[in-house]
Structure formats: C-alpha cells, structure tokens
C-alpha cells in the first residue's frame, strides 16, 4: 500500500529513541523520580483545597472559640523566701553565704498549693458562694471538692530562675477577686509559717524543759560521788596559778617527772664525757681549757720549747743550758699529764654520780605513779563524768532561753515584695496567640491530610506511577478540559461548547458522543490536540526495528476514554499520510460509528458471519487517509467471532494494504475480547484514566495481556487534571509553543526526515 513508504522513513528516528524497557525491578525507576521536596511541594499543590478547608475550618473553629471565651484576668504578687535561720545569729551565721537549698525551696512551693492553705483562703473569701467557683445542683460534700480543685486549678507558682523569688498568680473572671485571692493566699501562707514555728517552738521548749529536769538531777548525783570518793580516799587539792584545783598527788608526780627527766638529761652530758675519757682524749674534755693551771703551764711549756729550739740551733743537747731547758720541759710535761688524768677521773665519778641519782629519781617516781593509779583513776572517771554532765545541762539551758527568746519573736522568713494589684487587662484568652496556634494547626492538620489523601490515593496521576508501578512508559498524557479552560468534563466525559440540557440529555441516553473529542473538530483546544500528536510520536518511535503496524487500543475499565484515544491516534496518524485503517472491536458497546456519523451496519460482525470480503465493510471515515470498520449490530456470542480465523484473516490482509490498522477493543477486565484480540496485533496501548484508575487494576490488566503472551507498549494517561501536579505538564503543554495544526504536523514531519538523516 501507499502507506507503507510514509512509515519506513521513520526508522531510523526510533533507533534514536527507545521506549522505557520493562525491567524486573524499578531500582532504575526509582533513582529518576523527583526530588521529594518537589514531590511534596506537588502534593501540596494538587490537594491545596483540601489543606484550603482543613485550614479554614480549623481557624474558624479558633477565631469562635476565643471570641465565644470570657475574658479571664491574672493578677500576681511577688514573694522572696528568705533563709529559714534563727533569729539570733551567731558570728559564724553572719559571715556564711546565703543560700536556700532546692529542697526547702520545693517544699515552699508545695505550701502555697496544699489544701489545707487553699481551704483557708476559700473560707476568708466565701468562694463556695461565687457562681464562678460554685458549681450548681450538687450536693455539699461535691460542692467543696470542686470548689477547691478550681481554686487550685487557676493557682499558679511560678519560681524566679537564680533567685529566691517567686510569682504567685490566680485567674478569675472578676479583676478585683483575682487581686483578693493572691494577697489573702500570700497573709494565709505568712501567718500560717508562724504558726509552725510557734508550735514547733512551744514543743521545743516543753521537750527541752523536761530534758532539763532530768539532766539537773543526773548533774547532781555526778557530784555527790565525786565528793564521797574525794573524803574517802583523803584526796587534798591545791589552787593552780590558773585558778583551777589540782591534786596533792598528782602534782608530785608531775615534778617527779620533770626530776627524773632531768636526771635523764644530765646523766646523757656525763656519759658522753666519760666516754671521751676512757677513749684516752682527756685533751678533749670540756674545762680543761679554762683551767688555769694547765693554761700557765701549756704556755711555760711552749716558751721551753721555743727556747730549746734557738739553743739547738747552737750548741750540741750536751750543752748545760740546753740539758737544764730541756730538764724544765719534761717536768712540765709530767705535771700536764697528771692533771688531764685527775680531770678525767672527776668526770667518770661526775658520771657514776648522774647514773646513781637517775635511779634513785626513777625509783622514787614509780612509787608516786602507783600511788596515784590506784587513787586517781575511779577520781578522774567520775570527774569527766560529771564535767559531760555539766555540758550538757548549760546546753540545754542554754538552748531553752533561746527557744523562749523565739516565741517571743514575731518574725517570718517570708516577705512580700509585691502585692497584688487587680489587672486591667485580661491574659485569656490571647487572641493573637490563639489565631497564631490556629493558623499553625489548620496548616499543619491540613498538609497532614493532604499528604493522608494522597497516600490513599492508590491511582495512577503522572507519567512517573506508570513507569514505577507498571514498569512501561508512558506514551502520552491527554489533559482533561476543566484543566484547560476550567469547564466540561475529561476527553471521555461531556463535551465543552454543548448547551447543558443537550449533554443532559445525551448523558441519559449513553455514553456521550466521543466526536465531541476528535482532535479536528473545529474550536478545539491546542494542549488537546497536541497531546496526541505527541501519542502518534511515541507509538512511531515505540519500537526499535519498526513502527508497530497493528495496534490494539484499551483499557482496564469502562469508561476510560478508549474509544477517544483510537479515533483521535488514528486521525494523527492519517494527517502524516494515507494508510490508516480503524477497527471498532468493540462488539458489545460500539462508538466509533458515531464519531464519523456513519450508521452502525454491516461492520466487522458481518464480515466474520458472513461470506464476504472484509473489502466490502471498509467505509470512508471522511478524513483523508483514514477508513474506518464499523462493529455492526451486536451478535450473542462476540468472543467466539472475535477468535475466529476470519478475524485474524482480516487483521493479516489488512496489514498488508494500510500502514498502519488500529483497532478499539473492550475492557480488558470486564470480558475475554481484548485477549483475544490481543494475540492478533504487534503492540497493544493500554490506556487508563489519570487520577481515576487504581493502578492495582491496571497491574491485573498489563497482567492479563502478559498471560496472553502480548506485549503493552505503553500506557496513555487519559482526562488528566493538569492542574494537580502543580502546573509541570501544563507548562508542557504550552499554547504559545504551537500556531497551527499544520505547523505541528510540518514540525514533526521535519522531526522524523532529520531522524532519518541523521
């Protein structure tokens, strides 16, 4: 046929480009998807009224509920909680630094919310009589528990950080009561801290009074026997310089001590000079040089000496004079020497002397220290005894004179810095706060279901769900019309330009007429034509040897826009040039008729019950290049018409004469038709509805064709909503980029001749 020289010139083109293979994983797949934060920003566009009214209503149910809300006023006062010390401080406490410990502070904090205070301050106040406070129908016993839990419920302690401050706040409707409420808590607390100091130091005094008592008497037993033990064993006393008492006996034995310590000493310095002495060092001995004797005779010696070297020097030592000098020296000698033995035999008795008193001293100073063990140690257990004694009872004293000074002393450890004055304006509610918490929550709960909707949404809406979930690529994206101008319905639905009452009344009747849809009607919208120029592009390049010559063309559902999707490829394909043969498979509910206005007889039925040739059934469709089969009258069993052999007769010869035969089947799921039809033809384009079709039935359909052993080429997105996606295919769908259907046909005439050249 003529058409088959129009479609090899296209060739080379689809060696260019080859579709998305399917492939075992969609690791692939996954690693081309857009980055998630574009991936939500689109969610966010497609579901914005859902966030929109999620926000609104949330808002609003805000802006009510604060206005709805009576005014509530805050009034507080400041308190310091000072030290918890005595009221006399001692020189030690002045000079401390002041701290208060965490857990006293704590426990403050614990005070000013305790029942028993709250009860107080309700009681001063006559709360329980406030409509406020007062809850009505209820019994007594009911009435002061809830009383009380809203009192404390509006009762806030808030502790100034770094600080021994803290605010004490109360909420009310009336500013006065408020201010009351916080100053009369503030006294109530005050007044109730002195009282527990009152009572602790009333029982501290009667405690001590009584201890006091006991102690004075166990004082005076102590004594008594230290007194009875003193007369029976003779024990005499002597006043210290100091102006204490001590013992007779025990002061002998303290200068015994001190004698024999120096009998010690001494007899260490004699027994170190002995020792020179008998060493035969008498030269050495202390006091040998102040002895005057020996100091005129040492020096009548060394003038000797002296003289009897000058004679030597002279005369022979047989000279008189030298003999009689010499004479004079050896007599002094002899004199020296007597006098340094009688020195060191002084010493040895200086030392037997000094040994014999140590001993004596010694032995006189064990005798008094037994004397006085035996007498003095029961004397010294019954004098500590009663010093303990006499301690205890001063302190005692002692600290029961400081008990009564307190109880006198009207003083607090807690101070008002602050009081309370009645608030002007109100703290609740905050009406900036409030739109502020609920702008955040209807944002933040409006983008939780937008995000929600779009996780239960199973459908297919993009070109990236076909290529993720059925792992075949998308084949073209065939925009809605209220996505184009706002009004009608998709490319299968009513059509845009009819009155209402019209496409009321065609709705009624059936399927709406899908002529409304073909692609040159006149009028018909740019984006919509376009998409299926850019549909007869992807199934021209589909495959890599050569174009698919039979397509099947179908869907997983009723209602998808098949039907559209076939007439309209068929009429791209013939504005390349003639060749296009289109067959209604659709046995069960035929619309292609419609769309060229032909009458729905003869057709592909009587064709495969009849004797004639297919030849005979082919009718102009009134576009050039392009005829068309029509389905013809219903027969009662279309699978077994479809799988006849004249059918795959008609699907070979016409083949041979087009260049390219569509045919428009069934659902793929609703009846065995399309599977059938699905064995006879080269590719098969699935087509599901954008948004509306769940992709687990379009996994069964793709799944149902691959059972058959054919092979999906690719999907087409039908009635897709432009909009949802953010505005990325529409902006791949611009108006201003096309002029006229014939300069998109040149252009992509053009596309394929630089294919084929290149």
Request: proline content about 4%.
């Amino acid at each position: 046929m003529q058409g088959e020289g129009n479609i090899e010139r296209y060739e080379p083109a689809r060696l260019e480009r080859r579709p998305l293979a399917a492939t075992g994983s969609s690791g692939t797949i996954e690693m081309e998807r857009a980055p998630e934060l574009v991936a939500y920003w689109n969610v966010l566009r497609k579901r914005r009224w859902t966030v929109l009214a999620v926000f609104f209503v949330l808002f609003t149910l805000v802006l009510l509920g604060t206005l709805k809300q009576r005014p509530v006023y805050r009034a507080t006062a400041l308190l310091e909680i000072q030290k918890e010390n005595a009221n006399i401080l001692t020189m030690k406490e002045m000079f401390e630094l002041d701290t208060v410990s965490d857990t006293y502070l704590e426990t403050q904090y614990k005070i000013f919310k305790s029942d028993t205070l709250a009860r107080r301050v309700i009681s001063q106040l006559h709360l329980d009589t406030i409509e406020e406070f007062n809850p009505k129908n209820r019994s007594r016993e009911s009435v002061d528990q809830a009383v009380l839990a809203r009192f404390e419920d509006r009762l806030g302690i808030e502790p100034v950080k770094r600080s021994r401050l803290v605010e004490v706040t109360f909420d009310s409707y009336d500013p006065q009561l408020a201010a009351r409420a916080v100053n009369v808590l503030a006294e109530n607390y005050i007044e109730q801290n002195l009282e527990v100091r009152w009572e602790a130091t009333q029982k501290a005094s009667e405690w001590l009074a009584q201890q006091l008592a006991g102690m004075k008497g166990k004082l005076e037993k102590s004594e008594d026997e230290l007194q009875a033990y003193v007369r029976e064993n003779g024990l005499l006393f002597l006043e210290t310089e100091k102006g204490g008492r001590e013992n007779i006996a025990d002061e002998r034995l303290r200068q015994l001590q001190e004698e024999l310590t120096h009998a010690q000493s001494v007899r260490y310095e004699k027994e170190s000079l002995a020792r020179l002495a008998e060493a035969g060092d008498a030269a050495a001995l202390p006091g040998l040089a102040d002895n005057k004797l020996l100091q005129d005779l040492t020096e009548r010696l060394a003038d000797l000496e002296r003289e009897r070297a000058q004679l030597s020097s002279t005369f022979t030592p047989e000279y008189p004079k030298v003999r009689q000098v010499q004479s004079q020296i050896e007599q002094i000698e002899a004199v020296l020497k007597r006098e340094r033995l009688r020195a060191a035999e002084r010493v040895k008795n200086e030392y037997a002397a000094a040994v014999r008193r140590e001993a004596l001293v010694r032995q006189a100073w064990e005798q008094q220290q037994h004397a006085v063990a035996e007498r003095t140690v029961q004397y010294t257990i019954l004098r500590r005894e009663v010093g303990a004694n006499r301690e205890l009872y001063e302190g005692l004293l002692s600290r029961l004179k400081e008990a009564g000074v307190s109880a006198g002393l009207k003083s607090s450890n807690i101070r008002i810095v602050d009081a309370a004055q009645a608030p002007k304006k109100p703290a609740k509610p905050n009406l900036l706060v409030n739109l502020g918490l609920g702008l955040l929550l209807g944002l933040g709960f409006g983008v939780g279901a937008a995000f929600l909707l779009e996780h239960l949404d199973n459908t297919l809406k993009s070109a990236e769900d076909v290529e993720r979930f059925l792992q075949v690529p998308a084949l073209a994206l065939i925009p809605s019309a209220q996505s184009l101008n706002g009004n009608g319905r998709g490319a299968h639905g009513l059509a845009q330009g009819k009155s209402p009452k019209k496409e009321l009344a065609l709705a009624k009747k059936g399927p709406p007429h899908p002529a409304w849809f073909r692609i040159d009607a006149p009028g018909q919208h740019g984006t919509f034509t376009e998409a299926f120029r850019g549909l007869r592009t992807s199934v021209l390049l589909s495959t890599a040897e050569r174009a698919p010559r039979t397509l099947l063309v179908t869907s997983a559902r009723p209602g998808e826009g098949k039907t559209t999707v076939s007439i309209n490829l068929s009429i791209s394909l013939a504005q390349l040039g003639p060749g296009v043969l289109l067959i209604d498979g659709d046995l069960r509910r035929p619309s292609v008729h419609r769309a060229f206005g032909l009458e729905n007889e003869g057709g592909v039925v009587r064709y495969l019950t009849g004797g004639q040739d297919w030849r005979q059934v082919v009718r102009p469709s009134g576009l050039a290049g392009l005829d068309v089969i029509v389905s013809g009258p219903m027969p009662p069993n279309p699978a077994e018409l479809l799988s006849s052999e004249r059918m795959r007769q008609l699907i070979r010869e016409a083949t041979r004469e087009y260049r390219c035969v569509i045919i428009d089947s069934p659902p793929l799921l609703n009846v065995a038709d399309s599977r059938i039809l699905a064995t006879m033809v080269e590719g098969l384009i699935l087509v599901v509805e954008g948004g509306g079709t769940p992709r687990e039935l379009a996994q069964r359909a793709q799944a149902c064709v691959r059972n058959v052993g054919a092979a999906v080429i690719g999907v087409v997105l039908n009635n897709l909503d432009l909009r949802a996606d953010g505005g990325y295919y529409a902006q791949y769908y611009r108006d201003d980029y096309y002029t006229t259907p014939e300069a998109s046909t040149n252009g992509d005439a053009a596309h394929a001749a630089k294919a084929h050249q290149g």
